[in-house]
């Protein structure tokens, strides 16, 4: 079993869309979790880091449930621009040592 | 402020071939780590440095070696390469929890 895994996709929604990722993770001494996106052949950018039970940052919510290891990523009115790559990360044991990366879930929004 | 940077931005290499990829971190971040990432996978933990010491080290052979200088920058080799090695390599630096990433290598072997 992967240590972080992902619906890989594809994920095609229409502009204006409600779109939501799923991850789960299997490691219950992991404490922060990160969700991270990433354009074709470009590094990834952190885009929300999730440490209690969730963040919001505009048209973007996170969510953690430690007691499914289970964490979200809620996308609102979709863009064209979000059409990316989005990785589910968690830290390892320790929150300042090695990440660990789902597989990626891959989102195309439509005109 | 300049965010991380890492050099050569792209190199190609023969098998058995040996290559150092350079990393410097965002201002002010003492930490870097090191991912590789195959084409459609997610980054894979390679190591990281911190006070020029190896904090902690992912699942990839001795082939794999670094460096942390004073300054923080970081150094990435390889040995003995081998076609498998091809991917993009990642460099990232942090202060605390999030980490940062730069734009990556990419190595090609053939």
């Known amino acids: 079993r992967k240590e972080v895994e992902q619906d890989p996709g594809p994920f095609n929604v229409p502009e204006g869309a409600t779109v939501a990722f799923n991850c789960t993770y299997s490691?219950?001494?992991?404490?922060?979790f990160f969700w991270y996106r990433q354009d074709c052949r470009k590094e990834p950018k952190l885009l929300m880091s999730?440490?209690?039970s969730g963040n919001e940052d505009g048209r973007f919510t996170a969510q953690l449930n430690r007691a499914s290891q289970y964490i979200s990523l809620l996308i609102r009115d979709s863009k064209l621009s979000d059409s990316a790559t989005y990785l589910c990360?968690?830290?390892?044991?320790?929150?300042?040592?090695?990440?660990?990366f789902g597989q990626g879930t891959t989102l195309q929004v439509k005109p | 402020d300049a965010g991380v940077t890492q050099s050569p931005t792209h190199l190609i290499k023969t098998r058995g071939q040996q290559v150092t990829l350079r990393c410097s971190p965002k201002?002010?971040?003492?930490?870097v780590s090191w991912y590789q990432q195959a084409l459609g996978q997610g980054p894979q933990f390679i190591f990281q440095y911190y006070e020029e010491e190896e904090r902690q080290r992912g699942n990839f052979p001795d082939r794999f070696s670094g460096h942390q200088f004073p300054n923080y920058s970081s150094e990435l080799n390889v040995n003995a390469l081998l076609l498998g090695d091809s991917a993009l390599y990642l460099c990232?630096?942090?202060?605390?929890?999030?980490?940062?990433f730069g734009p990556g290598t990419r190595l090609t072997v053939t």
């Open positions: 490691n219950s001494a992991s404490q922060s």
């Open positions: 990360v968690a830290h390892g044991s320790s929150n300042t040592g090695k990440l660990i």
């Open positions: 201002s002010g971040h003492d930490t």
């Open positions: 999730v440490y209690s």
């Open positions: 990232a630096s942090s202060l605390g929890i999030e980490q940062y």
